[in-house]
């Protein structure tokens, strides 16, 4: 027996009658006796159809019910149709389903029936009970049953429970580490079309929490806790989890997943076990989370279908409400309603006021892809509260979506105003001002801390507005239009819950009913639905109210499906405004169109079984096409509002828009016609004037369609292509045929096609509706059965089937022979020619990729010292003018066909701005010298990142084509390449990049985001107009012969009979040698920290492999590897600028299992051919890349030779190859061989010093402690171990200090292989157990500055200051303070915009202007520190002027043409006027960090560094988050110099302290907190601080600050250290709680000992006055001149001499201006009184030399100034966002000299008035 059916029981029939269930199978029917009944039958009869031949994937078993009567013909009562897939796997299934009528309506008849069916070759295996886990009585206990399906009977009520019992334990085992939470329901996630736990195979279909879908299809609520769902329905499999299930070898489990509404079990969902088979252990693969919702098919599929979505992130948005001002209304009580996203909150309601002050601070933490978060909205909206809380009327609101926040320099908005309007009264103006701060943090985000802004009372609303840059204050309302004119080639759907069933029922096609949703800044409309067709046409018009500029980016416009159950979308596409607008002065406002708009998805049609569906609605890179939109869209901006009476004609508008505006309707065509007329009239007055409408609400409207030829004809445009090489294909392919399909648009897709009879057909097109043959439904596979189309015979889409071999050398991939014959496919496609639009883009994407690539050489040179990276860098930009001017020149004569607005206006945009950027090459050209390099070859990135941007066309008329692989006939790996890139235009710089080319394209499994290439295509593609067809070969080589189909060589090419194969005998061979030196800073693969690296360079069908070194981070391979005999097609010219890539991956071996992927790099080599000289290729940098994150560097280089044939024997190298024959690496029989002298590196050795200091902060290893630690430093292959500490608890710093080794280094520093530090632990019985481990890549920081560059000439200050100063005679590095500058120079007034001369320079100040001089009694520190908070706030708000003006002087007038390049060209560069004379300040300032004093000072690693150990696997979490893996910190420091410069004395020691337990007093001073993250219900928190070092530990707990998030401490906490046992100083803010112990909310850490032995003086800081009393009492323990004479002893210099208003130090001499002393000393000079206070005058002169140190000669540094430091606080919960800023400084003293008083920095108390 093959399929045996036994129908058990009808239940829940309608009244009495005779029945009959008839049953078809293979076009067999087979009926039941006939049974008269009430509503049950109980049949149990077995029917058998004996087997021809095994089930197919998709066969079905319908079942008819019938009332038979004998005078009527019978009466259908309903239909079940059964896909018989999961019994081909399972041999079994019992089912209980509904019946479904002829309208597919579900019944309430219910079928019970009992399916078993046997292969003929028994490969579901037969039944052996001793094969089962437990004894069983009969065959039913294998159902798991289903309790909500049993009619319970007394003696099966315990077994089904018993089983129940042990699904539920089956189901928690499967379910290890199962989360379920109700509130993810709303998430969708990608899911694994097939896994195998440990042969256990799993067909899951999309992941839909079964309420939200239920509700989705049936449009119901589902309560909570209705249905049942087994345990064994949830499968959550962890990652990268083995695990065997104890199950029946050839058997399977069923479980039946039945959902239920109101407690009612719902009909007709197809009831299907999950089934499973085992056979043996498998492979483990990596498993994504995910609940198994059975649909009613699966198959089984290849392991690549692992489909992922874009990587979710953690991001932050802090919103911080401050007051809000000028709120509109009488005797309000206002409160503030944030919204981001979906999530609410609010603030308190403030009582009876108009300018409520609230400083709430509300925290939205999100977990998605960045794209899905950036398009959020976040709305600001003021209530006023009525007598029912949270009742209240909105007085307005204010919108801004999160990427405009991010967008700002660091990613937020501080202390601005948003402009509150009400969206409901646009007439009305502004509501009020709400002032807040906005930020957005993804995790890892380096946060600069938070401008101080001196809050005053009369602060300018209207210049800090909550607006970008350029955004105008006042912003006018405006209309914004999407006109939709019509779609075509959309994708027939099959949709609805049944859709999958139409087919079998008969119906032959499912067409859809298309309506577009436009959603745009929180507002949403949408068109008319057009019944049962692919080609809609709307013809109409949405339009949104929006203040303009809007502050939300993009458009969102929908194609969706109208459904009874729920529409589905089928593409969505974002217009982003800002690539089709511009803001500057000459810019032009948001339009589009009418243009074609490509949609892109998945390629299922079937919306319910459709695991890409994220694709349809805009999540990710689509993989297939969809359609295409016509559409437009214009921006009206309104003058003031007009008082206007509004018409008729409006009115009868209003009526239509608010009929729209209830649901989109079915259209119909009559209103439309009636309206029309009205509509053109409306139309006629409606030019004249645009009257404001007083709300916002969203108007649809109809409009005139496009004439036929708007955008111009079709013209026919040919896509051929050219297959050279299949390589580096995953081996899971290894057996099957293999095949590639190009489509561009629906030209060239694999599929039947149902042609519609529509509209009259164009030469050669044939309007295609296109369905796939089989039911694509099945478990999210891509499997199309491939048929070319019938219409387009032409057209050969489809290469033809080959079976994949595997490559040569090392088989771990697969290859696709293609030797001798290349196939060839061609799709002729139909589209408007508006090809001059891509021609303009490349010629900017050209501009851009030679800029980027040169800017790439100039960065490898940089990091060589000695190279000319000067002068690359000039070239480059001398060649990114010349290319400016040229296109600029070109444009000017561009003709455009059919062009519209926006076409006009970038045309004019694009000439604008590439001659502004040409200006900025020849200004960063004049300004580049040799110091700068770095910032300047910044400056030209941000000026490609524009071009980059500019070169975006919106309008890209031709769709994107689509190269994809076919396994077996199923869709397994795409690419996407843009049309513009292989487009064919006659002019050289406007053909695509890669047109004509033979380009590598790497193929990618959809979805997957590993950056795993799933196979590397090499492939020649062409696409162009027809006229022009001629060319498409013309790039090939000459020696290939064109076959067609039969094979037949084609001797006259002809447009419309391309080649189907090319092919070739002569071959030119090439010989590659890879020579592979080291990598460095791998990602650790083992769980000890380290890998067992070894490199796969894969090039054309040719892979080999390097050798494994075992735990190394930075393997030294020094391998070459050769690989002989290659053939490279392309013609040989052009080899040298298109050279085929290699690829070079990086894994780590594994003894057990495969081999772990650790990376990829990318390189290209250098070719040389037979007849040029060779020259020896120099080692390189590559980059190793992980998806997008870079994991390591390789240094290697490769050489392509071609191999010379003349000899009529092998061919073999050229003569002048060097070497010939490679030696050999080590033992000649393993056949490695060793990199060639002059490229290896030439070793030279080199002596590494190591100052072994101490350990910190070990963390335990395997639980226990660390007591007895030991550094072992390892560098090219040698060792050298430090003493081990004995006890790390007591001591954990070393005695012996200094070691050294001497090692054979590379001359060349930056090739110097990287040190590891490992620390190792001994323990018992001789044990050594590894701590960590550290990698320190740049060695070059460790070496002395002579051997990396030789000095310049003239050092670069002093050229500036001579060029500058010429009245100077004093030998001083750059300009002296005292010295009176020159007169302004008149030119400079008038060059130099008008901005950049100070007022006080023109205007003459009076002496009455000046500052009255304040009371010193009345000062304090907080003076001092308000004082010092206005500088960097005036200074930035200037500086953010200065930087604007300069743009807008740029930008500005309309004269920018190709001359005014060269104009720049000529101009020099403009005398800047000099700054007047400083006076000293009236009040002494510090100096303010930003953020954390380490950043400024290189973290105080000037003689000591902190090296953070690691342990454990690197894991591949995006965010880069270490600290699981943080064991501890080595301090220590390294020299590296050449050992024949070795002396007596170690040089790393110099200037070392002794190393010896010290005491030292620590001071901190803790002065406020800012935006510290809420710790409360209330959004606040209640703050103190807890200090703690080592075991002491000091808090403010019972002076804590309630209420408050900004909170002023004013405490100084004093703690008395012992160095190194209690070197790091942790700062933490904790939340008071009354009950319950108390939060933190952030902390910081500071290494106390670094900072205490740093040459700048860190300990305490040096001020900008010297005062012997009052606010600004000199606080050090010794005064300026005792500090000036350490320093000299301690470089060994003379003490300084004091003169008259100079010091002399060494042959420094330091000018000190007069400004340096205070007024009575000045008064005192010119008395000329010399007495007692000489003493005082040189503490001033000593304090002006401590300031300018730095100035020294040779022994120069910053000594660190009197400041406070803006600390960011972290919260070990959430790594990496930031929990708020501290505000602080710490003073040290030795606990031997006198310690002075602590500054007072008690917060100032409230003084009464009276």
């Not at 198994?292 to 992922?308: E, I, K, N, Q």
């Not at 402009?419 to 409901?424: E, G």
């Not at 458009?555 to 974002?574: C, E, F, M, R, S």
């Not at 590639?740 to 529509?758: M, P």
């Amino acid at each position: 027996m093959a399929l045996s059916v036994c129908v058990r029981r009808l239940s829940s029939l309608p009244g009495h009658g005779e029945r009959q269930v008839q049953l078809s199978f293979r076009g067999f029917t087979q009926k039941t006796r006939k049974i008269r009944c009430g509503p049950e039958a109980i049949f149990g009869e077995l029917f058998r159809w004996p087997h021809y031949g095994k089930l197919v994937m998709g066969e079905m078993l319908s079942i008819k019910v019938y009332n038979c009567t004998k005078v009527f013909s019978n009466r259908l009562l309903g239909t079940l149709v059964l896909s018989l897939q999961h019994l081909m796997t399972s041999g079994r299934l019992i089912l209980r389903e509904a019946l479904v009528d002829r309208n597919q309506r579900v019944t309430g008849i219910y079928i019970e029936l009992d399916l078993r069916y046997q292969p003929p070759d028994g490969s579901a295996g037969t039944w052996v009970e001793e094969d089962f886990v437990y004894q069983m009585k009969d065959s039913s206990e294998l159902i798991i049953c289903n309790p909500g399906f049993e009619e319970v009977e007394a003696a099966e009520a315990p077994r089904a429970s018993e089983l129940d019992r042990k699904a539920a334990a089956l189901g928690r085992k499967l379910a290890k580490g199962l989360e379920t939470d109700e509130e993810e329901e709303e998430e969708d996630f990608y899911d694994v079309s097939e896994m195998e736990v440990s042969g256990i195979v799993f067909s899951p279909v999309k992941r839909y929490p079964w309420r939200a879908l239920l509700s989705w299809a049936l449009g119901w609520k589902v309560p909570a806790c209705g249905g049942i769902l087994h345990p064994l329905a949830f499968c959550f499999c962890r990652m990268s989890e083995t695990f065997s299930l104890q199950l029946p070898q050839t058997g399977t489990v069923g479980d039946l997943l039945i959902p239920r509404a109101r407690g009612h079990y719902l009909p007709g969902f197809p009831l299907l076990p999950l089934v499973g088979a085992c056979s043996g252990p498998r492979r483990r693969r990596n498993l994504l989370t995910q609940v198994v919702f059975l649909c009613s098919r699966s198959r089984l599929c290849s392991t690549w279908d692992l489909f992922a979505t874009p990587t979710p992130q953690s991001f932050q948005v802090g919103i911080n409400i401050i007051e809000a001002q000028k709120l509109v209304g009488v005797n309000i009580n206002p409160f503030v309603v944030v919204k981001v996203g979906e999530e609410k909150r609010h603030t308190a309601t403030q009582k009876s006021t108009n300018c409520p002050f609230y400083n709430e601070y509300f925290l939205f933490e999100f977990h998605e892809p960045r794209d899905i978060l950036f398009q959020r909205l976040i709305e600001i909206s003021v209530f006023h509260s009525k007598k029912v809380p949270f009742l209240g009327t909105c007085i307005g609101t204010f919108k801004m979506d999160i990427v405009t926040v991010y967008s700002q320099p660091d990613h937020r908005f501080f202390q601005k105003w948003a402009v509150i309007s009400d969206p409901t009264d646009t007439r009305a103006g502004v509501k009020g001002f709400v002032k807040c701060n906005i930020s957005v943090t993804a995790r890892g985000d380096v946060v600069g801390s938070l401008p101080t802004s001196s809050s005053s009372w009369a602060e300018d609303i209207e210049r800090n507005l909550l607006l970008p840059k350029r955004v105008p204050a006042e912003r006018p309302w405006a209309r914004v239009c999407i006109k939709l004119y019509r779609a075509e080639g959309l994708p027939s759907m099959s949709a609805g819950i049944m859709g999958g069933f139409s087919k079998i029922i008969g119906e032959k096609k499912v067409f859809i009913d298309p309506y577009v949703q436009v959603s745009f800044c929180g507002q949403q409309g949408e068109t008319s639905v057009e019944t049962n067709t692919t080609e809609p046409e709307w013809n109409e018009q949405i339009s949104f109210i929006e203040m303009f500029p809007p502050l939300a980016r993009k458009i969102k416009v929908q194609v969706l499906d109208d459904a009874n159950v729920g529409d589905v979308a089928i593409a969505t596409h974002y217009i982003d405004l800002q690539q089709i607008s511009d803001p500057g002065r000459n810019g032009f406002n948001p339009m589009f169109g009418p243009a074609w708009v490509n949609l892109y998805g998945s390629p299922q049609n079937s919306a319910l079984r459709d695991i890409h569906k994220e694709l349809n609605e805009g999540m990710g890179e689509g993989i297939f096409y969809r359609g295409r939109i016509l559409m437009a869209i214009t921006v009206e901006i309104f003058s003031s509002p007009s008082v206007a009476e509004r018409k008729l004609g409006d009115k009868t508008k209003g009526a239509l828009s608010k009929l729209k505006l209830k649901k989109k309707s079915k259209k119909s065509k009559e209103k439309a016609k009636e309206l029309s007329h009205l509509q053109g009239e409306e139309e006629a007055e409606g030019s004249q004037e645009a009257e404001q409408p007083g709300e916002v609400i969203v108007e649809v409207e109809e409009l005139h369609p496009l004439p036929e030829n708007a955008l111009g004809r079709k013209e026919e445009f040919l896509l051929f292509a050219a297959f050279f090489e299949a390589t580096m294909m995953d081996s899971s392919l290894s057996s099957k045929p293999v095949s590639f399909e190009v489509s561009i648009g629906n030209y060239g897709k694999a599929e039947e096609v149902v042609t519609k009879v529509g509209r009259k057909v164009e030469k050669g097109e044939v309007k295609e509706e296109k369905q796939p043959l089989l039911d694509p439904g099945s478990d999210g596979e891509l499997d199309v059965e491939v048929l070319a189309p019938a219409s387009a015979a032409l057209n050969k889409s489809v290469t033809k089937s080959q079976r994949p071999e595997p490559m040569e050398y090392d088989r771990s991939y697969s290859c696709l022979p293609m030797m001798h014959e290349k196939p060839c496919v061609y799709v002729w496609s139909y589209w408007e020619n508006h090809t001059w639009r891509l021609c303009i883009s490349n010629w900017i994407v050209k501009l851009a990729e030679r800029l980027e690539q040169g800017l790439d050489d100039v960065e490898k040179l940089v990091r060589r010292s000695k190279a000319k990276a000067e002068e690359r860098l000039r070239e480059v930009l001398e060649e990114f003018v010349a290319g400016c001017r040229q296109y600029s020149l070109s444009a000017e004569r561009k003709t455009m066909a059919h062009p519209n607005n926006l076409d006009r206006c970038r045309m004019k945009y694009l000439m604008r701005n590439i001659i502004l950027h040409a200006k900025q090459g020849l200004r960063v050209r004049r300004r580049l010298t040799r110091a700068n390099i770095k910032e300047k070859v910044k400056e030209t990135r941000r000026v490609l990142a524009k071009l980059r941007f500019m070169a975006k066309e919106p309008q890209c008329t031709l769709p994107d084509v689509l190269v994809w692989m076919l396994s077996n006939n199923r869709r397994v790996a795409y690419a996407r390449v843009p049309a513009q890139d292989i487009l064919y235009s006659v002019v050289e710089e406007e053909k695509g990049k890669d047109c004509a080319k033979i380009q590598t394209v790497l193929m990618k499994v959809p979805g997957l985001h590993t950056g795993e290439i799933f196979a590397k295509l090499e492939i020649y593609m062409w696409l162009g107009v027809t006229k022009y067809a001629k060319n498409c070969l013309a790039e090939l080589p000459e020696e290939f012969k064109y076959l067609s189909e039969s094979g037949q060589e084609i001797a006259q090419l002809s447009a419309y009979s391309p080649p189907s194969r090319l092919s070739r005998d002569d071959f030119s061979y090439f010989q590659l040698r890879a020579h592979l030196y080291q990598a460095r800073g791998i990602l650790p693969a083992d769980d000890n920290g380290l890998s067992d690296p070894f490199a796969r360079v894969v090039f054309s069908t040719h892979c080999q492999t390097t050798r494994i070194l075992e735990e190394t981070l930075s393997p030294m391979w020094n391998e070459l590897l050769l690989f002989d005999q290659l053939i490279i097609d392309g013609k040989k010219e052009e080899l040298k600028t298109d050279t085929p890539i290699i690829i070079i991956n990086l894994f780590s071996h594994n003894k057990f299992g495969s081999p772990e992927f650790l990376g990829q790099a990318f390189a290209v080599p250098q070719v040389k051919l037979v007849d040029e000289p060779y020259t020896k290729p120099a080692l390189q940098f590559f980059d190793f890349y992980k998806g997008t994150k870079a994991v390591g560097e390789l240094i290697a280089t490769f050489e392509l030779i071609e191999l010379d044939y003349s000899g009529y024997l092998e061919p073999s190298v050229p003569e002048d190859v060097e070497p010939k024959e490679p030696n050999y690496l080590g033992d000649p029989h393993a056949r490695r061989f060793i990199i060639p002298e002059g490229i290896r590196p030439v070793l030279k050795e080199f002596r590494i010093e190591i100052l072994f200091w101490g350990l910190r902060d070990l963390k335990r290893v395997n639980l226990f402690e660390v007591d007895q630690p030991q550094v072992i430093i390892e560098c090219a292959g040698k060792k050298v171990e430090s003493e081990v500490i004995m006890a790390y608890k007591e001591n954990p710093n070393f005695t012996e200090v200094v070691k050294y080794m001497d090692v054979e280094l590379p001359e060349q520093v930056y090739l110097h292989p990287p040190l590891s530090i490992f620390v190792v632990e001994k323990r018992a019985f001789g044990r050594t157990v590894l701590v960590g481990t550290h990698v320190v890549s740049d060695v070059m920081k460790f070496s002395p500055r002579e051997l990396e560059e030789e000095p310049e000439d003239v050092p670069k200050a002093w050229k500036v200051s001579s060029q500058r100063l010429p009245s100077q005679t004093v030998v001083n590095i750059g300009p002296a303070a005292g010295d009176p500058g020159p007169s302004i120079h008149p030119l400079s007034l008038v060059k130099a915009p008008l901005k950049k001369i100070t007022i006080n320079k023109l205007v003459k100040k009076d002496d009455e202007y000046e500052e009255e001089k304040p009371e010193l009694e009345e000062l304090d520190w907080w003076s001092k520190y308000y004082e010092s908070l206005k500088e960097p706030y005036n200074q930035t708000r200037s500086d953010e002027e200065d930087a604007e003006n300069d743009d807008l002087n740029d930008a500005d007038g309309g004269n920018l043409h190709a001359s005014s390049i060269d104009m720049e060209a000529e101009d020099e560069a403009v005398i800047e006027a000099e700054p007047a004379r400083p006076k000293r300040k009236l009040i002494t300032t510090l100096q303010i960090y930003n953020s954390e004093l380490e950043n400024e000072f290189d973290n105080f690693e000037d003689w000591l560094c902190i090296f953070p150990l690691h342990r454990g696997k690197a894991n591949e979490d995006e965010d880069g988050n270490e600290d699981e893996h943080f064991v501890g910190k080595y301090k220590g420091s390294f020299y590296v110099y050449p050992t024949e410069e070795a002396g007596t004395e170690p040089k790393v020691s110099q200037g070392v302290p002794r190393n010896r337990p010290i005491k030292v007093l620590v001071r901190v001073y803790i002065i406020k907190a800012t935006n510290l993250s809420p710790a409360d219900p209330n959004g606040k928190a209640d703050p103190y601080v807890v200090v703690t070092v080592g075991q002491q530990q000091k808090d403010t707990k019972e002076r804590y600050i309630p209420k408050q998030l900004n909170p002023v401490f004013g405490e100084v906490v004093e703690l008395t250290v012992s160095f190194p046992m209690e070197s790091e100083l942790t700062v933490a803010i904790f939340d008071h709680d009354l009950l319950g112990s108390d939060d933190l909310i952030g902390e910081t850490k500071i290494d106390l000992e670094n900072r205490f032995y740093s040459k700048h003086r860190a300990n305490c800081g040096v001020a900008s006055q010297y005062d012997i009393n009052g606010y600004n009492m000199w606080r050090d323990a010794f005064k300026p001149t005792q500090i000036l004479d350490s320093l000299c002893k301690k470089n060994l210099l003379p003490a300084a001499e004091y003169r008259w208003e100079e010091v002399k130090v060494n042959n420094k001499i330091f000018k000190v201006p007069p400004e340096a002393f205070p007024e009575e000393a000045s008064v005192r000079n010119k008395r000329g009184v010399a007495d007692e206070n000489w003493s005082v005058d040189d503490e001033h002169k000593a304090l002006y030399v401590l300031q300018h140190w730095e100035e020294m000669p040779g022994y120069g540094y910053k000594l660190v100034p009197e400041h406070v430091e803006i600390r960011s606080l972290y919260n070990p919960e959430n790594p990496g966002l930031v929990q708020g800023s501290l505000h602080m400084w710490i003073d040290m003293f030795p606990n031997d000299v006198p310690i002075p008083l602590p500054v007072n920095i008690k917060p100032r108390l409230p003084v009464r008035l009276h």
